[in-house]
């Protein structure tokens, strides 16, 4: 009876299906609309020599449709069941292609339409990026210049100053990506530039030295063109210059990283690896990691880096002995990671780690014109001590190294004698001979340092 009775009970009327259809409908239909409605919070536009790129801030992933229009020349960013939480006429235009931006009626239901105007023709290559640290969902349109001149390829800076050792500064980050974030929150893209420029025209006032920034302003450049303009110019020495963050903050001090195919022991040097090659998750649309069989390319890599690898170590090595009385290191020693900036096979390649801004101090100091000053004269000093010992084949130094003379030491002849009749000092002999005391010996070879 009981059970009767409850199958009875339980056996659906026809009004409570009704009210279970509507239930249904309700969840269906009315409530994705209003969930699902992603914004637009921001729109930013980053210009580099070479593109445009635009990158807009989004509430959730959005399935935009982005295309380009003639006549007058335009580029149309159709975003689905999104809406503006934005004015943009507040949104700043830094752009060589793009001449305003503005909203525009869209057929598409429920959905938003942005148009750029453009100044010139350009190509449109669009992709999304995840959330990603402090960035949420964002739309990057990359443009560039849809000229159809050939341009005539420039001459190289080796090209251009033939007699010059070519130095490669790279400061990391910039753009749309920051880098790390310092105790009181300042960005490292800045820091790496601000450092880069002045490591630039210091080297510059070196008779013999021909140095160039990889980026020069605040935009992104992918870790592989980095090194691919460095080849470009035909660059001797390859220079990036960062600064790192740890959740510690008493962690501090700079250290140097060169290239190898060993993998770090510390764990410092482990997070920094995986924090280098995390660039590429964040920003970096021109690696195509798959396209390569790993081993086959590190392959190929070590092979031709065999020489770089060496050079590397002794460029770090004299960079770090000058660079000790000016900074706390983190690390006496050259330390080594494959990191991807520095696979520049070939060029003698260094990672500068001016410090960690995560310690207050740091921070501090590499936010300060007179510590960038003392840091990249430290820089500059290591980098000419290489090169003085280390001339590339063809420059100026190299013929500088020829010229050296030779002093056979006879009978009765001292040391500062000998100095006397070359004009430079005992101390200039002594030092490039590495000579401890004063006393020669007949028959002893000097080199006499010009
Ligand atoms: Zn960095």
Known sequence: MIHKSNQQYDRPSRANIFRHMLLLFVLLFTLPAFSSDAKVKGMRFWQSPDRTRVVLDLSDAVNANVFSLQSPERIVIDLPNTEFGLDLDAVTVTSDLVDKVRQSATTENQGIRIVLDLKSPAIVKTFNLKPY???????????????????????????????????????????????????????????????????????????????????????????????????????????????????????????????????????????????????????????????????????????????????????????????????????????????????????????????????????????????????TQALTSGLLHYIKNHPPEGTKFASLNSQKINHLVKSGETLSAIALSYGVTVNDIKSSNQLSGNLVKIGQVLQIPQ
């Open 133 to 375: 640290l402090e960035y949420g969902h964002r739309l990057v349109i990359d443009l560039t210049n849809n000229t159809n001149q050939k341009i005539p390829p420039k001459k190289s800076l080796a090209q251009l100053h033939v007699d010059n050792v070519i130095i490669a500064v790279d400061a990391g980050h910039g753009g749309e990506d920051p880098g790390a974030s310092g105790y009181t929150k300042k960005q490292e893209k800045y820091i790496t530039l601000a450092l880069a420029k002045k490591l630039v025209t210091r080297l510059n006032k070196i008779d013999g030295i021909t140095a160039f920034l990889t980026r020069d302003g605040d935009y992104y450049v992918g870790l592989h063109k980095r090194t691919f303009i460095a080849r470009q110019q035909r660059a001797h020495i390859f220079v990036s210059i960062h600064a790192d963050a740890f959740p510690n903050k008493k962690v501090k001090g700079a250290s140097i990283w060169t290239l190898s195919n060993k993998r770090s022991n510390s764990e410092v040097g482990r997070w920094l690896a995986s924090k280098a090659n995390e660039d590429l998750l964040g920003v970096d649309d021109d690696l195509d990691l798959k396209q390569f069989d790993p081993q086959v390319a590190q392959t190929l890599v070590s092979l031709s880096l065999e020489y770089a690898v060496g050079s590397s170590i002794d460029i770090a090595k004299d960079v770090l002995s000058n660079l000790k009385s000016v900074s706390v290191l983190h690390s006496p020693h050259p330390r080594q990671e494959s990191f991807a900036v520095l696979t520049s096979p070939g060029i003698p390649s260094i990672l500068v780690e001016s410090g960690f801004i995560s310690n207050p101090n740091d921070e501090k100091n590499l936010s300060s014109i007179n510590y960038q000053n003392k840091f």
